[in-house]
């Protein structure tokens, strides 16, 4: 698998990132383990969580597999601290003193001195951005973090931070994907601006760009189920479901796969350094790991994108 580099940073992660949302919640301990292997098998490097993730049960899913399934050394990690939730309701507080204390216990939880990349999670409207900053400054000085990113900030709010940040930020995380491509109008030139590499999440539009969902909704999947539908439902509606079918249309002509299709796209595009995939199943991570990653011929990418265009 192709190893990138973080925009201008010396950080090389691979073009697939394992996600790992799911884990400890939908991904139970046996079936982690096994996609853990079989990402490391297919060449993959970098692993992102978050302290928010089943309220820390990923990040202790993943310190109980570093050293039994793969050591430390042969993946890079982030994780990222800044959000919680409650009673069903997110809260943010990217205060310095809850970022710091954040950080220590998810090193705590991930059997490690240090992550590779950490992140503040959102934007906080409470918080002065110089004191969120501050505190990814001190993790980074401090040697708990070899870099410090930004997730899920707009385009002028990662302008503003890598402004005044003092110290190089080196990535910045963000929902794309031919279903979502909201981030190309400010995010995508704003970060390239300021040389930040741009972590791709929910690439396969959270799913309904494998296809699966049409037609109906699979028993098994998140669509399925009360709890998670929320998540996937703006997905389904009619202008997403006729990118889905250009993208199967497309895959069939190129005799790939449609999460082929659209994973090869998203790399293909400005300022993008990875795309997080987050597979709940093993078979899920073999499909994914089993796909080309090869340039998409321009005529393809073209349509792929006129009928992508966000209105």
Request: net charge negative; proline share 5%.
């Amino acid at each position: 698998m192709q190893q990138r580099y973080v925009g201008n940073s010396g950080l090389r992660v691979s073009a697939l990132s394992l996600g790992t949302m799911s884990w400890a919640k939908e991904t139970d301990q046996e079936d982690a383990s096994e996609m853990l292997r079989t990402f490391i098998d297919g060449g993959g490097k970098h692993i992102d969580t978050a302290a928010s993730y089943s309220d820390g049960g990923a990040e202790a899913m993943i310190g109980s597999l570093l050293g039994d399934v793969v050591a430390r050394t042969e993946v890079s990690l982030s994780t990222k601290a800044g959000t919680s939730t409650s009673d069903g309701r997110r809260f943010v507080d990217t205060s310095r003193n809850a970022m710091l204390s954040a950080l220590d216990a998810s090193l705590a939880r991930l059997g490690t001195d240090y992550v590779d990349i950490w992140y503040a999670q959102a934007w906080d409207g409470n918080v002065p951005l110089e004191e969120t900053l501050s505190a990814l400054e001190f993790a980074v000085r401090s040697g708990r973090a070899r870099y410090a990113g930004i997730a899920n900030f707009n385009g002028w709010q990662s302008a503003k931070a890598a402004a005044i940040a003092g110290f190089p930020l080196v990535a910045a995380q963000a929902e794309y994907s031919l279903v979502h491509r909201k981030p190309e109008a400010e995010l995508v030139p704003a970060v390239e601006d300021a040389g930040l590499g741009l972590m791709a999440w929910a690439p396969m539009g959270r799913g309904v760009l494998t296809g699966k969902y049409r037609g109906s909704i699979p028993a098994d999947s998140r669509a399925a189920r009360s709890d998670t539908a929320p998540y996937v439902e703006p997905y389904l509606e009619q202008q997403p479901s006729s990118v889905v079918e250009a993208v199967a249309m497309a895959a069939k002509g190129l005799g790939r796969t449609p999460l082929d299709v659209a994973l090869s796209w998203l790399l293909a595009q400005h300022g993008v350094a990875t795309a997080i995939v987050g597979p709940r199943t093993p078979v899920q991570a073999k499909e994914i790991l089993t796909a080309q990653l090869t340039r998409l011929p321009p005529e393809i990418a073209c349509a792929l994108e006129d009928v992508s265009q966000p209105a």
